[in-house]
């Protein structure tokens, strides 16, 4: 149900991105997105929900915040490469893509670390002979903060990176655009 509740709002959104991105721009749509998905981790964090309903429709406004990101990162690397190729005079495409699934692999292995030793800082209980162990009820109420909290700081970081460190706005794009002309 999570994943339907979190993936959904792709089929939705993929008709409707481009006219949302050529009114606003890329960076722009990209960092709502951003927040809106902050916005709906922080209230199932504050919230401390045990309705599943309630769980899943945060899910799914969480995927509708996601999803302008997730669509619209490839496009936010070209701009990179064309802006990159503006000011040094010459196109680098294999060491920015080289840079670029290098930090998603060192991101994938931090996230690998970081969640087996969270579970070990929460003190889960590991299987003993195959047999699943009962969790204590603080290790449940921990992982459900991890789960929320967690992704909530990510994206915010993220987010007030792409709005405030980014350079590459609707703006600044439409200036490069003239530019190359």
Not at 59 to 72: A, E, I, S
Not at 120 to 134: D, F, I, N, Q, R
Request: charge should be positive.
């Amino acid at each position: 149900m999570y994943a339907i509740f979190t993936y959904a709002p792709m089929v939705v959104l993929m008709f409707v991105l481009t006219p949302l991105v050529n009114r606003f721009g890329k960076k722009e749509t990209c960092a709502a997105g951003l927040l809106l998905s902050v916005a709906a981790y922080a209230a199932a964090f504050l919230l401390q929900l045990t309705n599943p309903w309630v769980y899943l429709a945060l899910c799914f406004v969480n995927g509708l915040g996601l999803t302008c990101f997730t669509l619209q990162v490839w496009a936010l690397v070209t701009d990179v490469l064309d802006y990159q190729a503006m000011l040094s005079g010459q196109r680098d495409e294999g060491t920015a893509y080289g840079f670029y699934f290098f930090s998603r692999k060192m991101g994938h292995t931090a996230a690998g670390f970081g969640g087996a030793f969270a579970l070990k800082l929460l003190g889960y209980v590991e299987a003993s002979g195959g047999v699943m162990a009962a969790q204590p009820r603080q290790v449940a109420e921990g992982m459900y903060r991890a789960a929320t909290l967690v992704p909530a700081v990510a994206l915010l970081a993220i987010f007030l990176l792409l709005a405030f460190a980014y350079p590459l706005g609707k703006e600044k794009l439409r200036e490069m655009r003239a530019a190359a002309a």
